[in-house]
């Protein structure tokens, strides 16, 4: 049985629509122009679809597909999607299972344009998508995905004082994209559970923080903040043949990267547009990694004045080294005056190599 629910609604002040559907598939539209409207979809049962438009000032749109916190009937093979035009906005989207029985993909998006807007995906289970694009001030973006499924999640934000934050829980094959534009984001993902995941946070601006978390094999950690001041870098792998990537412009960055597991890669580029273009664009940078496990490789450089740079790895057969390929950055270099610089490697078959150019500079490398 196909039930079908349709709502459209035009109101200048202030209305309130709810939607319920139980059964197979079922389809629902909402759609507000006004001030202060509330719009809520409920969906249960199989091969759902709800879609709600809004427009105007502090509106809040809702659409729950499938039951949550017990038990409850799946929602299956459910879409969704939220777009909000307006100030002071909050959207909201949770997805049980994606196929009856099994993991199929759901799909789940919220656009909004205004100021002080709120998005939320939640998901459970499924082999789900999510992507929020958020354009105005002061907005908060976060997501969550549990347990299994190729997961996918896509935070877009421009403006100021942006907040971005994804989780991906007991993930599989999953990816975490944060794209910021502005001054003084936050931006963090964290893929728990691991198994072939991908973050790649980029920033632009002033005053940016970006940590990504990953715990598993083969994951691969792209952040660049290609302009601003005052940015702060924090990557954490756990597991084997990983890879981190860091590029930054700006002045007074900091980056900490610390790998755990054997055969991982960590490249810091910190002085131009891109890997061995030398344009000496940060100053005042700290620069942190450390890497326990064997056959890890360092390679990276930074510019500029006031740096500081500590290399500490653990194991056997770590190199700070070239990289080869597109890094052609021979071990670690430091350019410019008052740079301090440290490495230190504890085990067997290690080696290291470190350059500094410029006045008043401090190297040490220490191998037992």
């Not at 559970?193 to 601006?205: F, M």
């Not at 061995?276 to 510019?303: A, K, P």
């Amino acid at each position: 049985m196909k039930k079908l629910f349709l709502f459209a609604g035009a109101l200048a002040f202030s209305a309130g629509v709810t939607i319920a559907q139980t059964g197979n598939n079922n389809t629902a539209s909402s759609s507000q122009s006004g001030n202060n409207n509330t719009s809520t979809t409920e969906q249960l049962g199989n091969d759902n679809s709800a879609t709600s438009s809004q427009n105007g000032n502090q509106n809040s749109a809702m659409i729950k597909q499938g039951g949550f916190g017990g038990g409850s009937v799946q929602s299956n093979n459910a879409t969704a999607a939220i777009d909000q035009i307006g100030n002071r906005n909050t959207a909201t989207v949770e997805q049980r299972v994606g196929w009856s029985g099994s993991t199929a993909p759901n799909l789940h998006t919220i656009e909004q344009i205004g100021f002080d807007n709120v998005g939320t995906l939640t998901t459970f289970n499924g082999g789900n998508l999510g992507a929020i694009y958020q354009d105005g001030r002061r907005n908060e973006a976060r997501g969550r995905q549990s347990v299994g499924g190729g997961n996918d999640i896509d935070i877009s934000q421009t403006g100021n004082d942006n907040y971005a934050d994804a989780n991906q829980l007991v993930a599989r094959d999953s990816k975490s994209e944060i794209l910021q534009i502005g001054n003084r984001n936050v931006a963090t993902t964290d893929q728990s559970g691991g198994e072939g995941n991908s973050a790649l946070i980029q920033q632009r601006g002033s005053d940016n923080l970006g940590t990504v978390v990953q715990d598993g094999d083969d994951n691969k950690s792209n952040h660049r903040m290609t302009a601003g001041n005052d940015n702060v870098v924090y990557t954490l792998q756990v597991g084997n043949r990983n890879s981190a990537l860091t590029e930054i412009w700006g002045n007074r960055n900091d980056m900490n990267i610390m790998q755990d597991g054997d055969r991982n890669f960590a490249f810091v580029n910190a002085r131009g547009t891109g890997p061995g273009l030398n344009t000496l664009r940060s100053n005042g940078s700290t620069v942190d990694i450390d890497q326990n496990g064997m056959e890890n490789r360092i390679s990276g450089s930074i510019g500029g004045n006031n740096n500081s740079l500590t290399i500490d790895q653990d194991g056997t057969g770590n190199l700070v080294l070239g990289s080869g390929g597109g890094f052609d950055a021979l071990g670690f270099t430091i350019s410019g005056n008052g740079n301090m610089g440290t490495i230190m490697q504890d085990g067997s078959g290690n080696a290291a190599t470190m350059s500094i150019v410029g006045n008043g500079n401090t190297s040490t490398i220490t191998q037992n």
